[in-house]
């Protein structure tokens, strides 16, 4: 099965669970429109059967169309019934089968693709839904004792296989959901699981590969906001960015655990991991992005046909977090990018093999690089046609400014750190050879380089002519701190191409 048709179908299935929590109005019929126009929205085509009996609105035979982007193709869902009851309070009853059946059918247009037919089952266990409020200002509250989303069936190019398992569930769901209406429709959502849990299984009917995960983790806390013009095409994201489509999410858990295995055709691996709890951040509106991750308490284990030996870390907290314009602008904006490692520590079995004799310390590593500055981008690169320019252009953008808030490396008993900050002229090119021209400058201070080089040298891992060109190299660029074995320096670079080192001019 062509990969991109399966991540694609995952990604519209994740996209009609979440409107189900979109619903919120006083009549059923309401409802209902309310819930056909959020996916429209998206570029859906709708078709349903509806039928009203006393006070509820039964709708069957829904399905739901959408053209894959790049002509890659077309997927198809057909869903089960659904019914709205009007609970005479101003309130509305939503209801869904015990198990709720969807099918999703991708049909590619590449005549090298399969044609795939995917079985889901929405299962729920005690679900309660009710919408309230007005046509302009929805609310959806829900709570379940278990969701699970799972895979029935599969068949490609008219063949069923049985070589694939999906499983993806959550247990004692409490939920709301807050739509809004005006010149935008604004969707707020809020979810909250005592356990989320997935399981894995993709077997190659000829027996070539296999991929297997699963994993389960506690606490699960999710909020999420995406603002949605009346009208977009989401296959032009820049257009639905400038129109004003923009989205926001952070999800936290508590301890967890994963595991996972491959094999393709004799190249294996396997892992698992363990962590105290993990988080996760994005936005992205028509001027700005962020990315961002972090997990704490985490082991982590690999082995594998092309690892000599198995690999065992743990950390105390690992985090990543980008924020960038995304914006054509010829003004400057704000971005950062923070990478940190606190307390990385590998299996006490390779330092035994690295230093069986314990002459280096074996503290846990520390890495932190903290950095924030201005720039811009002279192209849309969220235009495909503008993006593709980017491998050719010369200057894509401008870097205004770069300042490093915080450096610090600690491993095997070296430490360094440093800050400083820098400006950048963007109308001098020639200085620095294409590259705007910096001013300003750096603090670094090193710990400990001597002692590592000495002990590096008894160890036989070092020569006295290597450990004597980088203790050149300390002198030229440091100078003496005032602890032991301590080198400080400040290195500065003028916008003139003038690089100074402690003073002392290099250039």
Known sequence: MNTRYSLGGGALIAALLTTTSSFADVSPQEVWGSWRGYLENYGYEISADETMSGGTLTVSGLSAKMALPEDAGALDFSLGDMGFTDQGDGT????????????????????????????????????????????????????????????????????????????????????????????????????????????????????????????QTTDLNMSASTTLPLEMDMEDIAAALKAGFAVEGLLTTGAGSSQFSFNDEGDNAAGNSTSGGTNFAFAMDADHMRYGFGATGMAMSLMGSDIPLPINLTADEMAFDLSMPIAKSEAAQDFSMLTKIIGLAPDPMIWGMLDPTGALPHDPATLIVDLAGKANWLVDIMDPAQAEALAGAEMPGELHSLELKDLNVSMAGVDLTGAGAFTFNNDDLETFDGLPAPDGSVDLKLVGANGLMDTLIAMGLMSNDDAMGARMMMGLFGRPGDGEDTVLSTIEVKSDGQIFANGQRLQ
Do not use: C, W
């Open 92 to 215: 509305v009853l939503i209801s869904l089968p015990a198990v709720y059946p969807m099918n999703v059918h991708v049909v590619p247009t590449d005549e090298d693709d399969e044609e795939v037919d995917i079985g889901l089952e929405y299962a729920t266990t005690g679900l309660a839904m009710v919408a309230s409020g007005s046509v302009d200002d929805m609310t959806v509250s829900y709570t379940a004792a278990e969701a699970i989303l799972r895979l029935a069936s599969l068949v490609v190019d008219g063949e069923p296989t049985g070589a694939a398992k999906m499983e993806f569930a959550m247990t004692n769901l409490v939920g709301n959901s807050v739509t809004k209406d005006g010149n935008l429709r604004s969707v707020a959502q809020n979810i909250i699981a005592a356990t989320m849990s997935y399981d894995v299984a993709i077997v190659d009917p000829e027996g070539e590969g296999s991929f297997l995960a699963k994993g």
